[in-house]
């Protein structure tokens, strides 16, 4: 009997015996899908494995939402819902008592009896915010304050200088920094 090298040659020389030069191309081409559909079958194997695993993530995911979720419900006394916390009540009460205080020495300063009056000495700001911001009940956005000081004053005392160059107790830079931690 003959040896498996023998055959292997007699095989391939087979193999190598072409009709044409299409028949030889065609016969690689088809190796190349061959070899392509074996890669592909393995590649989706692989992408049921990930699909597999991702769907298990998903539960445990979705499991631990649901836990988290029934910890929060027991643990929130007063039914806050998700998102910015709450102020502190001292926070607030100290921002609104400051912000009255600084409006005082302003129209003092200013020499102003009304918040209509020192609307109309700084550009930029509203009557209804002055009042709330004297009587204490409104603290400014932080952003909206930081605006009004680099704003130019219209009066004959201060004309052209900036609202946060006023001589004020407490000063704005302070405010400001009292209402960002608030």
């Known amino acids: ?19 044409s030069e299409f028949e030889m191309d065609t016969w690689y ?35 631990i939402k649901r836990r988290e979720a029934a910890a929060r419900a027991l643990n929130n006394d007063d039914n806050q ?4 916390p709450k102020k502190p009540p001292e926070r607030q009460e100290a921002a609104l008592r400051f912000t009255s205080q ?48 680099h704003t130019k004053i219209r009066h004959e005392n201060y004309k052209d200088k900036l609202l946060e160059e006023l001589p004020t107790k407490p000063c704005l830079a302070d405010l400001l920094s009292l209402i960002n931690l608030t």
């Not at 009997?1 to 009709?19: N, P, Q, T, V």
């Not at 819902?81 to 910015?84: S, V």
């Open 1 to 19: 009997m003959k040896d498996i090298r023998y055959w292997l040659e007699e095989f391939r020389s087979a193999d190598g015996m072409w009709a």
């Open 29 to 63: 081409a088809q190796r190349d899908i061959d070899v392509s559909r074996r890669k592909i079958d393995e590649l989706q194997k692989i992408i049921e494995k990930q699909k597999e695993q991702i769907q298990r993530v998903e539960l445990t995911i979705r499991e």
């Open 81 to 84: 819902k998700p998102g910015r």
């Open 102 to 149: 600084w409006v005082k020495p302003l129209m003092s300063a200013l020499n102003v009896k009304s918040c209509a009056q020192l609307e109309n000495i700084n550009d930029g700001s509203g009557q209804r915010n002055w009042r709330r911001w004297l009587n204490g009940e409104r603290v400014p956005i932080a952003t909206h304050l930081m605006a009004l000081a």
